[in-house]
């Protein structure tokens, strides 16, 4: 009896388990994506939802879409108007960002690093009125208290924030001395900048430029990092959105920033500050979004603007191994530019360049298993035809006009049309596709989910086709020897060629030679 009852104990474990089990599986997923993605017909995606904030505006696509849900992703577009600042957000899932447009100062915060950023220079006038360096900027302001009590003038009259407190406010106050600010890291970004944020770590940017700074973003919502569902979550920690947040489930209701959820009394004695300035960071009178105005100059501290053409010994160390120092997530580098045609993997003059970026030119893609590739095409160029071997791509067209085909599976064409600056499409794993430019210039970003991405192609010196013997394509094809030499080798390009054309005969006396 006691056997019988273990085992029935037993069973019941083991329901539990796989129940949970599916459940994690199938958390966030519609029913019809649970086992296979409907991928017989693919299309162009428009941004479908756009959130105005007071200087930008967020737009989104939908994330629900089978194309996106299939592949694991939800893509945002930034528009960061002149001396706007995008408020600082963290995601649970990976993200990686393109600049399209502009410049600007960026800075994430990785928790439990260091500030290694400092300002030890006094504030205007503290030297010759005798003020410490953590005292307010003005006369008038060091009277009336600290500087981070804002315009809490009375405060400083009236006493320290933290009065009340004991010793603690007394080290906090002397731990000040000697800096006017501490932060973590800092970084410029510009157009052609790839950036990428692990989960967790909130990210700040600021429109230090004289145009909208516009940057397409991807999150890797099926990452394993990942521990919550296919939806993609916005934290706040400052501002508010009474439009609705990412798109999805979450679009339809008001998104406060996190300390709105905590009440006011417990912040002030976390942050020992008093209630009134507790009550400030809740924002709960804010309706400027998440994209503010920063009024007057936007002073942090940070390097000097880097030189638009970086050394490659700077890109590429000679030591892989580094000095230590590097290779902490502190303070490893967080983005590269592939803008620049000197960076290009594969160039030629009139025709385009592809330039790409992954773990091993910017280690932090193997912690988000993310990757991108910048590509140019000038008019009446194309990319062979090839396909992904180990990720999905998202392409999203930063300028111009293109063609775009894709085949499936089962040879089916489930793409052909016309791609335009602000659309994005969806290349499934292992479908073959080819991007074509008609008299215009085409420019696209392409977010992989591989760290190490790698690609075949279809066509051309390196492709699957030249690897084959002759007879394997003769018989395959049912066509003559003669007909699968000029398959094989007239191609004699590996990545860019011409859309129109034919080739030269030259090409066929190499090879008949």
Not at 4 to 9: D, E, P, Q, S, T
Not at 78 to 96: A, R
Not at 209 to 216: D, F, H, K, M, T
Request: glycine share 10%; hydrophobic share 35%.
């Amino acid at each position: 009896m006691v056997k019988l009852g273990n085992l029935l104990v037993a069973t019941f474990g083991v329901l539990l388990v796989l129940n949970g089990c599916l459940a994690r599986q199938s958390l966030g997923v519609p029913p019809q994506l649970q086992n296979e993605c409907n991928l017989d017909n693919l299309d162009v995606l428009q941004a479908t939802e756009t959130i105005k904030s007071e200087a930008g505006q967020i737009e989104y696509w939908d994330h629900n879409h089978p194309q996106l849900r299939c592949a694991g992703v939800s893509v945002a577009r930034y528009v960061i108007e002149q001396g706007g600042l995008y408020l600082p957000t963290f995601f649970t899932s990976p993200k990686i960002s393109y600049v399209v447009q502009g410049r600007g100062i960026s800075g994430r915060v990785v928790p439990g690093c260091a500030e290694t950023f400092m300002d030890s220079q006094p504030w205007e006038g503290q030297e010759q009125q005798g003020r410490q360096p953590w005292e307010g900027r003005q006369g008038q302001q060091g009277q009336q208290g600290q500087p981070w009590e804002g315009q809490q003038g009375q405060q400083g009259q009236q006493g320290q924030p933290w009065e009340g407190q004991g010793q603690q406010g007394q080290q906090g106050q002397q731990g000040q001395q000697g800096f006017r600010d501490m932060h973590q890291k800092v970084e410029h970004v510009r157009r052609g900048d790839v950036f990428a944020n692990t989960p967790g770590s909130a990210h700040w940017i600021y429109n230090s430029g004289e145009q909208p700074l516009v940057i397409i973003a991807l999150l890797d919502i099926a990452n394993y990092q990942n521990q919550l569902d296919r939806n993609p979550r916005v934290f706040r920690l400052a501002g508010n959105n009474q439009q609705g947040g990412f798109g999805g489930s979450q679009q339809q209701q008001e998104q406060k920033n996190m300390w709105s959820g905590f009440d006011a009394q417990i912040i002030a004695q976390a942050l020992k500050i008093n209630v009134k300035l507790a009550q400030e960071l809740q924002n709960q009178q804010d309706s400027r979004g998440n994209i503010v105005r920063v009024k007057g100059p936007f002073q942090v501290v940070r390097p000097p603007l880097r030189q638009p053409y970086e050394s490659e010994e700077w890109r590429h160390p000679r030591s892989p191994q580094g000095n230590g120092l590097e290779e902490t997530i502190c303070s490893m580098r967080s983005h590269e530019n592939i803008d620049d045609p000197a960076r290009a993997d594969v160039y030629k003059p009139n025709v385009g360049r592809v330039t790409s970026v992954n773990s091993y030119t910017l280690p932090i893609l193997e912690y988000v298993r993310l990757s991108a590739t910048r590509g140019v095409l000038q008019g009446n160029a194309m990319v062979l035809p090839k396909y992904n071997m180990n990720a999905n791509e998202i392409l999203y067209c930063t300028g111009g006009q293109g063609r775009i085909q894709v085949v499936n599976d089962n040879g089916q064409n489930v793409l052909d049309q016309q791609v335009q600056k602000g659309q994005l499409v969806v290349i499934p794993q292992g479908f073959a596709y080819v991007v074509q430019s008609h008299g215009n210039k085409f420019e696209w970003i392409s977010f992989k989910t591989n760290e190490n991405a790698m690609i075949s192609t279809l066509a051309g010196r390196t492709s699957l086709l030249r690897a084959l013997p002759l007879e394997v394509i003769s018989n395959g094809f049912q066509i003559s020897p003669e007909e699968a030499r000029k398959i094989k080798f007239n191609t004699l390009e590996t990545t860019l060629t011409r859309a129109s054309g034919r080739q030269q005969q030259l090409i066929e006396e190499i090879v008949e030679a």
